[in-house]
């Protein structure tokens, strides 16, 4: 094979090469856009570079994978969708404590799910890459000082956290996964409506056991009262 046959061959392969890495870093680039959306906008504006941008998100993938991330049970998706519907109920008459109490649920939630909530900076890499689509808005409203913010502010903070609620839950496009959580819920109330049965039941009993043991008393008291007056 001549010289020339041999450089030709060397210049495809490394054509072919630049090509083959060229499309896996479009690739690469194509799906942490897809999956991280906004905060992979946010990142590349903060570092002035894509492959700054990529290169941290790539790291925080790493870094979450540890974790563990875990979905709800059933049992407990019902819990917190009961607590969040009293907190919305809440903010008609007190948006601050509403919001307050949304920001707690949430962070509760995270927790039980097994993200490390006592470590902000490493929750908020984790619901990037889990939520990245619910946490542009929640990560908007997130440091919001709810003293000071007024009605609007928190009715927006409210349906930001209402999405990262649904995202956390699973509960947002998971149709089977909420009607197991009302089935749950429904079994509970009915389970509370027979336990207040049951305690009006006991507490009828009771009363009619005291009524029929004072009217016992009354006779044996009568009773008595004719034997002591009946002459001897």
């Not at 019902?78 to 109920?89: C, F, L, N, P, R």
């Not at 307050?100 to 993200?115: E, F, K, P, Q």
């Not at 009607?179 to 507490?203: F, K, L, P, Y």
Request: with cysteine.
């Amino acid at each position: 094979m001549s010289t020339g046959a041999i450089i030709g061959i060397i210049i495809a392969v490394i054509v072919v090469v630049a090509v083959a890495v060229v499309a896996s870093a479009a690739m690469r680039r194509a799906r942490l856009r897809r999956q991280f959306g906004p905060e992979y906008d946010r990142l590349v504006e903060k570092h002035g570079s894509k492959k700054k941008a990529e290169a941290e998100l790539t790291e925080r993938e790493r870094r979450v994978k540890a974790l563990h991330i875990r979905d709800l049970s059933p049992e407990q998706k019902a819990s917190y969708s009961g607590d969040w519907t009293v907190i919305q109920e809440r903010f008609v008459d007190a948006p601050a404590e509403a919001v307050s109490a949304a920001h707690t649920l949430i962070w509760n939630v995270m927790r039980d799910c097994g993200y490390p909530a006592e470590d902000r900076t490493t929750s908020m890499d984790a619901l990037a890459v889990h939520h990245s689509r619910a946490m542009e808005g929640y990560r908007d409203v997130h440091d919001m000082p709810i003293d000071s913010a007024s009605t609007e502010q928190l009715r927006e903070a409210m349906i930001r956290y209402r999405a990262m609620f649904e995202d956390l839950t699973g509960m947002r496009n998971d149709h089977a996964g909420s009607d197991r959580v009302a089935e749950i819920q429904a079994r509970s109330a009915d389970s509370n409506v027979a336990t207040a049965d049951d305690r009006v039941a006991g507490n009828r009993v009771a009363d009619e056991r005291v009524t029929a043991d004072r009217v016992a008393d009354e006779r044996a008291a009568e009773q008595s009262s004719r034997t002591a007056d009946t002459p001897r």
